[in-house]
T-cell receptor, first 115, second 110 residues
């Protein structure tokens, strides 16, 4: 089983739509959670961290459910510029409790927003 | 702004060649990482380093080695390139909890 699994996608939505991405992680030692965004032929960049209480950044809302080991990203009022691959990312501590900032990435979900 | 640079955007090598991929960051970050990204497999960690001359294996270290002689530079070495090492290679450095990536090197091994 993969450590981080995402919706397979791709998602193809019209401008203005609301779209939700889901992600599950298998390691209960996971400490930190993130969504990264990767544009076509570009490097990944941090979109937002995900906090236990849930957090919002403009049109983007991230949720974390530690009990279910589940992370989500909601995008409201989609824009053409939101078209990208969205990567669910988890930071997992080792047995000693450290991680060195190592991240484990999901495969990514492709989002295309069309006019 | 954090800047992570990689020595080449595109590279073509032959099977059996020794290949060096260089990564440089200008923000005095201690932790640096090498990934490869393949369709359907996502980003997979090859090696990382948490200090000069310190290195740790990632999830897929076989066929690779690394060098960190200076803090700003982290090199990935393919001792004898093989066709299954054709991939996009991404370097990253860590600031607090965020990884900053270089633009990537697309390596083709013929």
């Amino acid at each position: 089983r993969k450590e981080v699994e995402q919706d397979p996608g791709p998602f193809n939505v019209p401008e203005g739509a609301t779209v939700a991405f889901n992600c599950t992680y298998s390691n209960s030692a996971s400490q930190s959670f993130f969504w990264y965004r990767q544009d076509c032929r570009k490097e990944p960049k941090l979109l937002m961290s995900v906090y236990s209480s849930g957090n919002e950044d403009g049109r983007f809302t991230a949720q974390l459910n530690r009990a279910s080991q589940y992370i989500s990203l909601l995008i409201r009022d989609s824009k053409l510029s939101d078209s990208a691959t969205y990567l669910c990312v988890v930071n997992i501590a080792n047995a000693g409790g450290t991680s060195y900032g190592k991240l484990t990435f999901g495969q990514g979900t492709i989002l295309t927003v069309h006019p | 702004d954090v800047k992570v640079t990689q020595s080449s955007r595109y590279l073509v090598k032959r099977t059996g060649e020794k290949v060096f991929l260089e990564c440089v960051q200008d923000m005095d970050h201690e932790n640096m990482f090498w990934y490869r990204q393949d369709p359907g497999l996502g980003l997979r960690l090859i090696y990382f380093s948490y200090d000069v001359k310190m290195k740790e294996k990632g999830d897929i270290p076989e066929g690779y080695s690394v060098s960190r002689e200076k803090k700003e530079r982290f090199s990935l070495i393919l001792e004898s390139a093989s066709t299954n090492q054709t991939s996009m290679y991404l370097c990253a450095s860590l600031k607090r909890s965020e990884q900053f990536f270089g633009p990537g090197t697309r390596l083709t091994v013929l």
